[in-house]
Structure formats: structure tokens, C-alpha cells
């Protein structure tokens, strides 16, 4: 019988071969963002951590380290191939599994994984001492025991088929970086961003991407369908040459499976994101970590990381969206697809949400959806007001532009226009 392991990977041995120093794949630059020293690290010693994946129960010690050999093997062979042909032109159903199985353990198997819940109890710990609240009298506010996020560790890696299963309807691509540039790894390497300035960082969220880099000159995406959509029709959009000729090239991979290259500026991204995401390891082919450096200097937060999750101040409303266009702005969601309006004007006294945009076209679309909608309502990036299960309604003459937001639910618009404050009676006059 072959002893246990005791070396434990959170970053697997076959994603790390291919940012090796050199062709024998035995070397890889680590880079550490509390002290910001860099050194060439044998790869059987970097991402990985004595006894991780082991945890202390009453019945004595279990190594659960075996549970990740089958997912590993499996993405292994999947990864080696696509960095080998450069394409994903041959991928079939049980290899595009293979790769949505290695995101999603990539996503659960990490530092980060099991220090998130744990401050997050801390924080919640917190706000509730501020309402005179003790959480030591409360035993499921206990902060959680490093055998409990152990056990929950296993718990959602057998459970990954809920993080599958949302990934499964975006697109898989290649984005590749120009010659000069390269992609690093980190001890947390799967990036969940959005293209869209209103969306978030949920799986099933319109315009989310997905990032894991493969190799220096090579990374694997998965782009929601509703991006995917936009590239596939732009002969009917009006756009300059320069952004046309720049989807052209992303559409022409996205059907090819062949590597997108993509700009200066979304390689920054994309690292800089990996050093904000990454708990406290960089990793690379070569040493050539200083734009780590300047980030952490103007961040030192990053230097080490313990969740991704942020808690607002209790009262607080959300957080301002940094991307969101200056004024008013619109933001409505529907089942498969999302937009902005922006909005020129709003009437107080109308039905429910009643505004002005001078975007007709794209207001026709959003009417014509059937489906139920759900619209936010931001101020210069602040969210003013929120609805559900709505729809949209054009009203006076068409190139008005002025709409409504009412409830799709006759009953709720019903109880909706009694409980308004100030509501149009029938012969249009204000009422209250």
C-alpha cells in the first residue's frame, strides 16, 4: 500500500507545467505579495501547502486528497491539449466537461475557498455587536473551526455540479496575449468579471465572463451567450470602423475556437485582476512581477486576501457602480438578454416609473419582450429604485420616448396605483 501524500496542491502540478522556466517543466517564479520577493520554486513545492487537503476529526485524521485525482487527471489531459493545438476546434462534449469540472474546482479547492466563510462570520459578528447583539450567545454565529471549513471544503467540491451547471451555458474561447506580453497564474486563478458596467460577478449574470490562464501566452474563457450575440450582429449595428473591424476578429474566434488576441489593456486587466483575486502567490515563467509591485503599493491591501466578499455598513445602501455612465440610466434585464436607456426625464407624478429616453430603438426592443423584466433605476452610478417582474410600457406617440415600468401582475399594478403617494387620476389630473 503507497503512503498518503502529504504534499497538498491548490494549484494543480499539470496547470503549473505550463508556466515553466524552461521545456523539462520542473521550475516555475513565484512571486509573494507580503514581501514582494520573487524566486524560482521547484514545481512539486509551489501552490501547495503540507497536510491542506487533511483535517482532524474525532475518529482520528482523514487525507482527502485522493477526492481531487480524478477531476485533475481529467482536465489535465484537456488543458495539455488545448495549449498544444492552440484551438478548442476538437473539443467534444466529455472535454468541454472536463474544463468546466477543472474552473469549478479551481474555484473551490483554493486558500481563498475556505478563509472566505470564516471572515465573513467575523464580519457578521461585528454588525451585530453594533445592535447591542452578542453573537458568543448565539452558537450558529460561532466562527467557524478549521476542521468545519475542511469538512465544508469537501462538502462543496462533491456539491461543484451547482457551479457546473450555470457555466454550461457559457461559450468556451481562447483569449491570447500579444508576443511581447504574458499572462501570470495566481493561488486563486479563476477570474469572474462582466463586460457590462451594470453587471456582476453571479454565473447566471448577463455579461459575465470567466478567466483561467493556461499558459503565459495562452488563457481559457467562458463568455456569456448574451456577448457572444452582440459580436454575431453587428452588420445590423452602427459602429465605427475601428470597433467593427476589433468584433470581427473577436466573432471570428469565438466561431473558430481559435486564440482571440487581445489588447494591451485587457492583459493588464486581466493580471491585475489576478493579483487582486490570488490570497497571497503570484506565479510565472518568468521574474517579471513589478507590475505586481506597483499595484500592492497603491494597494497594500492586496498584499494578502481573505475574501472576496464585502459586507456594507448596516443602513447603507449599495456601493456606487464605478462604470456607470454619468445621469440617469436605466438598466433592464430580461431573461436573455440586458441593455441601458439612458433616461432623459422623469415624471414624478406618473404610474409606477414613468421616464423619457431618446433611445427608440432600443426602448422598441425592450417593449417588445414578453417575458418578465427586472429594471434599476442609477443616479450618476447610485441605484435610486428597483423593480421585478415588470414590464414596459411605451405610451403617448411613439417617438415621444416616454415610457412606463408598471408590474406585469395586474393585482400588484392594481395595489400599486392605490398605495402611490401621487398618481394620475382618469382625466390625467394629479392626484394624491
Not at 484551438?87 to 475557498?113: C, I, K, N, Y
Not at 473558430?256 to 503570484?282: C, D, F, H, K, M
Request: include cysteine; charged fraction near 30%; charge should be negative.
Amino acid at each position: 500500500m503507497s503512503k498518503a501524500s502529504k504534499n497538498h496542491h491548490y494549484v494543480p502540478r499539470a496547470q503549473l507545467r505550463h508556466f515553466s522556466i524552461d521545456k523539462q517543466e520542473k521550475r516555475v517564479w513565484v512571486f509573494d505579495k507580503e514581501n514582494g520577493r520573487a524566486w524560482p520554486s521547484a514545481i512539486a513545492g509551489a501552490g501547495s501547502e503540507n497536510n491542506f487537503n487533511t483535517v482532524e476529526l474525532d475518529t482520528g485524521r482523514w487525507n482527502f486528497e485522493d477526492l481531487f485525482n480524478d477531476v485533475d487527471a481529467r482536465s489535465a489531459a484537456v488543458v495539455r491539449q488545448v495549449v498544444d493545438s492552440r484551438s478548442l476546434g476538437w473539443v467534444q462534449p466529455e472535454d468541454h466537461l472536463a474544463l468546466l469540472d477543472l474552473f469549478a474546482t479551481q474555484m473551490l479547492r483554493t486558500h481563498l475557498a475556505r478563509t472566505s466563510p470564516r471572515s465573513l462570520a467575523e464580519k457578521m459578528r461585528e454588525l451585530v455587536r453594533l445592535v447591542g447583539y452578542d453573537p458568543d450567545h448565539d452558537p450558529d454565529m460561532a466562527i467557524p473551526t478549521e476542521a468545519t471549513l475542511r469538512i465544508d471544503a469537501v462538502r462543496r467540491f462533491l456539491e461543484r455540479g451547482e457551479l457546473v451547471a450555470p457555466m454550461a451555458r457559457l461559450r468556451p474561447a481562447l483569449f491570447a496575449p500579444r508576443q511581447s506580453e504574458r499572462f501570470v497564474l495566481s493561488d486563486h486563478p479563476v477570474i469572474v468579471s462582466n463586460a457590462y458596467c451594470y453587471g456582476d460577478a453571479a454565473l447566471q449574470s448577463h455579461g459575465v465572463i470567466v478567466f483561467l490562464p493556461l499558459a503565459p501566452d495562452l488563457a481559457a474563457v467562458l463568455i456569456c451567450p448574451t456577448i457572444i450575440a452582440r459580436h454575431e450582429s453587428i452588420e445590423r449595428a452602427n459602429l465605427p470602423q475601428d470597433r467593427r473591424a476589433r468584433m470581427e476578429r473577436y466573432r471570428a474566434g469565438f466561431r473558430a475556437g481559435e486564440p482571440i488576441t487581445i489588447e494591451s489593456s485587457e492583459v493588464e486587466n486581466w493580471n491585475r485582476l489576478q493579483v487582486a483575486y490570488s490570497r497571497r502567490y503570484l506565479y510565472g515563467s518568468i521574474d517579471d512581477f513589478d507590475f505586481a509591485r506597483v499595484i500592492l503599493a497603491e494597494n497594500p491591501s492586496l498584499r494578502r486576501v481573505e475574501t472576496h466578499v464585502s459586507m456594507g455598513e448596516m443602513g447603507a445602501g449599495p456601493p456606487r457602480r464605478q462604470g456607470m455612465p454619468p445621469g440617469l440610466q436605466l438598466v433592464v434585464q430580461g431573461q436573455h438578454d440586458s441593455c441601458v436607456l439612458a433616461i432623459e426625464e422623469v415624471d414624478e407624478f406618473g404610474e409606477a416609473l414613468t421616464v423619457r429616453t431618446d433611445s427608440l430603438a432600443l426602448l422598441q426592443q425592450v417593449a417588445a419582450d414578453s417575458g418578465e423584466l427586472r429594471v434599476e433605476l442609477y443616479d450618476d452610478g447610485s441605484l435610486r429604485r428597483g423593480m421585478a417582474a415588470v414590464r414596459v410600457e411605451p405610451i403617448q406617440k411613439p417617438e415621444s420616448g416616454w415610457f412606463r415600468v408598471v408590474h406585469r401582475d395586474e393585482g400588484l399594478r392594481e395595489l400599486a396605483r392605490k398605495t402611490d403617494p401621487i398618481r394620475p387620476t382618469s382625466d390625467g389630473n394629479r392626484d394624491r
